[in-house]
C-alpha cells in the first residue's frame, strides 16, 4: 500500500479555512426523557455522556444495519443534538419519533435554529487547540466539536465541526467550498452515513468500532446482537479502506476484484475530488480479502483503485 505522501507530498495548505455546511442537517430531542430515549435507540452511550460534549453514534436496523449515523451533542441535561447527513433527516426523524411512544421527549428538526460549518487547520484550532476527536468547548451557546484530522502523509489537519445561532458570528478562516470539506472528510477515514449507503453497513464495516462509535458494554439497542456478534465472534469480514482513483467515484458504487468477478465486493462510501485536480480519495467499505487481492471500480477489469493507508489503527476483533 502506498503512503499519500509518495502520491502528493502536500496538500495542507487548502485544508485551512471555514466551510458551509448545506448537506448537513439537524434533529433535536428535547425532554426529560431525551438522554434515555436516544441512548436506547443508538449504538453509544447518551445516557452517561456528559453535558457540553459529544459522541458519534449509529441508528441501526435490526438486522445491525446502519440507517443513519449522527455526531451526537448534549447541549442540556433535556436536550440532545443529532448531525446528520441532511439526505437522511426526514426519513430518520420519523424512524426515531415512530420509537418515542410514552416517553417524555419530542423530536423535530432543527436545522433551521443552528448554522453549521466545518472547520479545517488553524480555523480548528483557534476553538478547540489540539482537543482529541470528539471532545467539545461551548462558548456564547455556540459549540465545536473536535473531528478526526484529515491526515496527509504523516501530517494531522485538524477539522471541527462548528454550531451556533443563525444570528452568530462565524469563526475566523477563508472560505472553503463543501468540496474541500469533503475531500477532508475522506482524508479523515470517518464519514456520517448518506442516502446511497442506505442500510448497506453494520457499524464496523465503516470502521465505527475503532473510532469511537459503537460501545459494546451499554444496554441494547436495534440491531445490537447483530454488530455485537459481529465483534466477538470473528465474523467481520468487512472493513472500510482508504483509496485513491484517477477517475471520479460515487457513493454506492460498486467495486470488484478479479479473482472473484462475478459480484461486487466492496461498496465506495464517499468520494472527493484533490484540491489540486490530480484525481479523486475515497472511503470503500469491502471484504478483507479482497482488499489484498486488490479492487477495480464498476467491473473487474474497470479502473484499478490504489488503496492507501489508514490514518488511525483499527481495533482487533475480539
Not at 42 to 62: E, H, I, K, T, Y
Not at 110 to 132: M, T
Not at 165 to 179: D, F, I, N, W, Y
Not at 241 to 268: K, M, R, Y
Request: hydrophobic fraction near 45%; glycine fraction near 8%; charged fraction near 15%.
Amino acid at each position: 500500500m502506498n503512503t499519500f505522501a509518495e502520491l502528493n507530498p502536500a496538500l495542507s495548505t487548502a485544508l485551512n479555512g471555514v466551510s458551509p455546511l448545506p448537506h448537513w442537517g439537524l434533529i433535536q430531542a428535547q425532554g426529560e426523557d431525551a438522554a434515555n430515549f436516544l441512548h436506547n435507540q443508538l449504538s453509544n452511550d447518551v445516557l452517561l455522556l456528559p453535558v457540553g460534549q459529544s459522541r458519534l453514534a449509529a441508528f441501526c436496523s435490526a438486522k445491525g444495519r446502519m440507517q443513519a449515523s449522527f455526531i451526537v451533542i448534549k447541549t442540556a441535561p433535556d436536550t440532545v443534538l443529532l448531525v446528520l447527513s441532511q439526505d437522511l433527516l426526514a426519513a430518520t426523524l420519523k424512524r426515531l419519533s415512530m420509537f418515542v411512544l410514552r416517553a417524555k421527549v419530542k423530536m423535530s428538526d432543527a436545522s433551521a435554529h443552528w448554522q453549521l460549518r466545518g472547520l479545517l487547520g488553524d480555523s480548528a484550532r483557534a476553538v478547540l487547540a489540539e482537543a482529541s476527536p470528539w471532545q467539545t468547548a461551548s462558548a456564547d451557546g455556540a459549540h465545536a466539536v473536535a473531528l478526526y484530522p484529515a491526515v496527509l502523509g504523516d501530517t494531522p489537519v485538524p477539522r471541527a465541526l462548528w454550531l451556533g445561532a443563525p444570528s452568530q458570528a462565524l469563526p475566523v478562516g477563508a472560505e472553503l467550498s463543501t468540496e474541500v470539506w469533503a475531500w477532508a472528510e475522506v482524508m479523515s477515514g470517518v464519514t456520517l452515513v448518506t442516502q446511497p449507503v442506505f442500510e448497506a453497513f453494520v457499524p464496523q464495516m465503516l470502521n465505527y468500532e475503532s473510532v469511537g462509535g459503537v460501545n459494546f458494554k451499554k444496554g441494547c439497542y436495534p440491531g445490537q446482537e447483530v454488530v455485537a456478534r459481529s465483534q466477538f465472534r470473528g465474523t467481520l469480514k468487512r472493513r472500510t479502506a482508504l483509496v485513491h482513483s484517477p477517475v471520479a467515484l460515487g457513493a454506492g458504487q460498486n467495486v470488484f476484484t478479479p479473482t472473484d468477478p462475478e459480484q461486487p465486493c466492496a461498496t465506495v462510501v464517499l468520494s472527493a475530488a484533490r484540491p489540486d485536480g490530480q484525481g479523486f480519495d475515497a472511503l470503500v467499505s469491502g471484504t478483507l480479502e479482497s482488499q489484498h487481492s486488490g479492487w477495480r471500480l464498476g467491473s473487474s477489469e474497470g479502473q484499478v483503485l490504489d488503496i492507501l493507508a489508514l490514518p488511525y489503527a483499527l481495533l482487533a476483533d475480539i
